[in-house]
């Protein structure tokens, strides 16, 4: 079953289109990275699926329901939630109040008690500070796990996880990736947007590969990372 799907998306803003015309599909309990160089239009089509900015022209399903134009809040209630490139979390509240406002306010299809249901996922991302720990306080790496937890917290369905490796050690990457296996473990199903190669090859089913704006390849992740125009168009270029 096609969990999501995007067809013909196109994002312009202004005389800029940042994503042309694409379209892709995330079968149920698939992990899907959507890799491609900087400035290939991989955020600007999470946007336009998670609702952030919708697209220009084209169509999203998510749950065999079309949703293009649906706003954010209105994804999360559905079961899609998200992590950032640069996460945002309230500064200046703590680390279980962050991930409180996304188990009350989430996916509103499950009821549990708040702050247990927060406290467990903060557990399952080994977030490694005390529960009180003021956010404003935490350094990068911890504000990615409190993202991650957060977007566990709503209860989705799928995850759309957005350069959440970046600048990890080799050991926290490990880390991070064993937590990844167990969120499919789950059931949930991912997109991830991603440059850390390692972690796109060893976790992901399937690549789709933009390059300025367009998919450029699309397919079994083996298949796709050994295709020339992928390693001319990003591999190649990041291994320079």
Do not use: W
Request: proline share 5%; hydrophobic share 45%; net charge neutral.
């Amino acid at each position: 079953m096609n969990i999501l799907e995007i067809k013909e998306v196109t994002k312009r803003f202004g005389g800029l289109v940042a994503v042309n015309r694409v379209t892709m599909h995330v079968e149920e309990g698939e992990i899907v990275g959507l890799i491609g160089p900087n400035g290939a239009g991989k955020s600007v089509l999470l946007n336009a699926i998670a609702g952030l900015n919708p697209p220009t022209s084209g169509s999203v399903y998510f749950l065999g329901e079309e949703t293009t134009g649906f706003t954010p809040e209105r994804m999360c209630h559905k079961g899609l939630s998200r992590t950032f490139q640069i996460p945002r979390p309230f500064p200046k509240m703590t680390v279980l109040e962050n991930v409180m406002v996304a188990s009350v306010f989430g996916n509103k299809r499950v009821h549990v008690d708040p702050v247990s249901h927060s406290v467990n996922q903060l557990a399952f991302v080994e977030f490694p500070m005390p529960e009180d720990t003021v956010c404003e306080t935490l350094t990068t790496l911890q504000l990615k796990r409190l993202d991650l937890a957060r977007a566990l917290a709503s209860f989705p369905r799928v995850i759309l996880l957005d350069e959440l490796a970046a600048g990890l050690t080799p050991t926290e990457l490990k880390n991070l990736m064993a937590i990844i296996r167990k969120i499919r473990e789950k059931g949930t199903t991912l997109v991830i947007v991603e440059h850390v190669m390692r972690m796109i090859l060893d976790l992901c089913d399937r690549l789709v590969v933009m390059q300025f704006g367009n998919k450029l390849v699309e397919g079994p992740t083996q298949e796709v990372a050994k295709d020339a125009k992928v390693v001319e168009a990003y591999m190649g270029a990041e291994n320079k």
